[in-house]
C-alpha cells in the first residue's frame, strides 16, 4: 500500500509542466492516473437545440475524448495508461481513495464554481481518511490569490491595475516525468477504454465537425507552429487580424488547447519571452500574444475574486441593466438566422467548429446585447458556454461583460455595424459563402445586405430573402432603442443605491 498515488485528471491534460502530476510520481510506486466522465457534463439531451449535453455541445466533448485518447497514449509511453471512469466524481473519488488504499492524492486546483465546491467536498474527505492532498496551481500562469493580496486585499478591476502586481512568473517544469510507475489492482473498478460519441449515447451527429482536434500532443504541435514565424509573433496586434479568415485563421486558435490545459500557459508565456530576447523588436500588452495570456489571467483573477461574477444580480461590478427577454431573438441570433449574413456566418461557425475568432465574437455579443437585440448577455454567454470548444467560465463571462457593457467597458456607443464590419475584411463574402451556402450565388455588392438585391437578382441567385434566408431586423432603429435604454440604464445606476425601481424599470421598457 505505501506509495500509491491517485492522480485526478480534470483540466491540465497534459505531461509537460504539470505540477499535481509531479508530486503524484515523488516517492510513489503506484500511480493511478484517473479521468471521471462526468454525467452533470456530459449526459445527452435530446432537448438541446444541437447534438450534445445540456451544458456541453458535441464539438467540445468530441474535443475531450480527443485529449483523453492522446493523454491514454502518452501516459503508456511513460509506462503508465488512463483509468477512465464514469459517474459523479464526488461519489467516485472517495471511493477509490479507500478501495486502492491511496496514500496521495493529486489533481491541479480549479477556481471554476461547480469545481470549487466539488473539489473542497473531495478533499475534505480525503483528508479526515488519512490521504495527503495535492493541489496546485497550474491553469494559469498566476495564482489569483497571490495577485489579489499583492494588490492590498482587492481584486484589480482593470487590466493596468492588473499588470502593474504581476511580477516574474515561476518557469515551467520541462515535459514531465520520463517513467509514472504504473497502478497495480485496478480489475476490480470497472474501467473504460476511451469512448467515441455514439458510445456516450450522442445521437444525430450529422453535422459538420470541429476542424480542431484535442489532445497535448495536438497542442504541442499547434505551439510549435504557432512560434515558427518569429515576424509573424513579434508583430502581433490582436485588433488587426482578420477575423473572416478561416482556412488559416489570423490568431494561433491555442484556446481550446489551453481551455483543456493540453497546453501549459507558464510553457506558451515562457516560450513567447524567450522569442521576445531573440528580436529587435515586439509589439507589449495589452495588443502583443503575451498581453493575449495576460487577459486570460486577468480575467481569472477578476472571476476568482468577484461574488457573482457570472450573473448581473447580486454582482458588484456588473451594470443593471433591463435587459430583454425574447426567446424568438436569441433563438434567431444563436441558429444564425438574424438575416445579417456577417453575423449569421458567424453562429453557424461557432456551431459547426465551436470556435471564433476574438473580433468575430465582439461583433455578436454586441449585436445580441447593446447593440441590436438589447437581449441579455447572460443568454448569450449561456449559449457560448456549451457551443464553444474553448469554453472557459472565468474568460467567457468576463468578455460577456465587457462585450455587453456591463463592466470593464463603459462606451456603449460604440457599435460594430452588423454590415461593414465583416465587409471590410473580407469584400468577396468567401467567410459568409462557406459558412451560409444558400447566399452562394448573391453578388457580391449585395453579399452582406442580400434583403437589398433586386428580385431578379435574388431569384437568380436562388435565394429569395424573407423566404430561403431571413430578412433582417432595421439595425438603425434597433441600436437607436439600444442605445436610449443604455443611456437611461446608465444613468440609473448612477442612482445612490444603485439598483433601478420597478418603476424605473417600466420606464425602460
Ligand atoms: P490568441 O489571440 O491566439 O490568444 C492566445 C490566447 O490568449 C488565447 O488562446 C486565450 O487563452 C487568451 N486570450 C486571447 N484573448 C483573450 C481575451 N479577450 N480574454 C481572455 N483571454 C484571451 N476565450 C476563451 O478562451 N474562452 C472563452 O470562453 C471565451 N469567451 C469569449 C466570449 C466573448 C463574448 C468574447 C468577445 C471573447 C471570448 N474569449 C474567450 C476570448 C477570445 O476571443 C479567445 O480567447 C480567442 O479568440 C481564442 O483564439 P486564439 O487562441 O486564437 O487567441
Known amino acids: 500500500m505505501e506509495g500509491r498515488a491517485l492522480m485526478w485528471f480534470r483540466k491540465g491534460l497534459r505531461l509537460h509542466d504539470n505540477p499535481a502530476l509531479e508530486h503524484a510520481c515523488e516517492g510513489a510506486k503506484n500511480v493511478y492516473a484517473v479521468f471521471v466522465l462526468d454525467p452533470w457534463f456530459l449526459a445527452p439531451d435530446p432537448c438541446a437545440p444541437s447534438p450534445g449535453s445540456a451544458r456541453v455541445g458535441i464539438n467540445r466533448i468530441q474535443f475531450l475524448l480527443g485529449c483523453l485518447k492522446d493523454l491514454d497514449l502518452r501516459l503508456k509511453s511513460r509506462g503508465n495508461q488512463l483509468l477512465l471512469l464514469h459517474g459523479n466524481p464526488v461519489e467516485i473519488i472517495p471511493g477509490l481513495l479507500h478501495k486502492w488504499s491511496i496514500k496521495k492524492l493529486c489533481f491541479e486546483y480549479d477556481t471554476e464554481p461547480y469545481s470549487l465546491q466539488r473539489d473542497n467536498f473531495i478533499k475534505e474527505h480525503a483528508t479526515e481518511t488519512g490521504v495527503e492532498v495535492c493541489s496546485p496551481v497550474s491553469h494559469t500562469i498566476y495564482n489569483p490569490e497571490d495577485i489579489i493580496a499583492k494588490n492590498g486585499g482587492m481584486v484589480p478591476l482593470t487590466y493596468q491595475s492588473f499588470c502593474r502586481v504581476l511580477g516574474k512568473p515561476s518557469n515551467p517544469l520541462g515535459d514531465g516525468p520520463s517513467h509514472i510507475p504504473p497502478p497495480i489492482d485496478y480489475e ?28 497535448e500532443t495536438e497542442g504541442l504541435k499547434r505551439l510549435e507552429e504557432s512560434l515558427k514565424d518569429k515576424n509573424w509573433v513579434s508583430e502581433f496586434e490582436k485588433p488587426k487580424g482578420d477575423p473572416t479568415a478561416f ?263
Not at 476490480?188 to 489532445?215: A, H, Q, T, W
Not at 493540453?262 to 519571452?273: A, H
Not at 451556402?437 to 457580391?444: A, C, G, N, R, S
Request: glycine letters at 6%; aromatic letters at 14%; one cysteine or more.
Open 247 to 509: 482556412m488559416k485563421p489570423a490568431t494561433t486558435v491555442l484556446s481550446p488547447y489551453l481551455k483543456f490545459g493540453c497546453v501549459s500557459s507558464r510553457l506558451f508565456y515562457s516560450r513567447l519571452k524567450v522569442l521576445y530576447s531573440q528580436v529587435k523588436s515586439y509589439t507589449k500588452p495589452p495588443v502583443s500574444l503575451e498581453g493575449q495570456l495576460l487577459w486570460r489571467e486577468f480575467f481569472y483573477t477578476v472571476g476568482y475574486g468577484t461574488p457573482n461574477f457570472d450573473r448581473m444580480v447580486g454582482s458588484p461590478i456588473c451594470k443593471q441593466i433591463p435587459w430583454k427577454d425574447d426567446e424568438d431573438l436569441l433563438a434567431a441570433w444563436r441558429d444564425g438566422h438574424t438575416g445579417y449574413p456577417w453575423i449569421d456566418a458567424a453562429m453557424v461557425q461557432l456551431r459547426k467548429w465551436g470556435w471564433m475568432h476574438h473580433l468575430a465574437r465582439h461583433a455578436v455579443a454586441c449585436f445580441l446585447t447593446r447593440g441590436d437585440m438589447f437581449v441579455h448577455w447572460e443568454k448569450g454567454r449561456d449559449v457560448f458556454d456549451r457551443l464553444l470548444i474553448d469554453d472557459d467560465w472565468s474568460i467567457n463571462n468576463g468578455n460577456w461583460l465587457w462585450l455587453s457593457a456591463s463592466a470593464f467597458f463603459a462606451q456603449y456607443h460604440r457599435i460594430y455595424s452588423p454590415i461593414t464590419f465583416g465587409q471590410k475584411y473580407d469584400p468577396e463574402g468567401k467567410f459568409v459563402k462557406y459558412f451560409l451556402p444558400v447566399l452562394q450565388d448573391i453578388p457580391k455588392q449585395y453579399i452582406y445586405a442580400p434583403w437589398k438585391a433586386p428580385d431578379e437578382v435574388q431569384k437568380n441567385a436562388n435565394c429569395i430573402i424573407g423566404k430561403d434566408y431571413p430578412y433582417p431586423m432595421d439595425h438603425v432603429v434597433a441600436n437607436k432603442a439600444c442605445r436610449e435604454c443604455m443611456a437611461a440604464a446608465y444613468q440609473l445606476n448612477k442612482d445612490a443605491t444603485g439598483k433601478p425601481t420597478a418603476e424605473q424599470l417600466d420606464l425602460l421598457k
Open 188 to 215: 476490480g473498478v470497472n474501467v473504460l477504454s476511451v469512448p467515441c460519441l455514439e458510445d456516450l449515447g450522442y445521437k444525430n451527429l450529422n453535422e459538420e465537425f470541429s476542424p480542431f482536434p484535442g489532445g
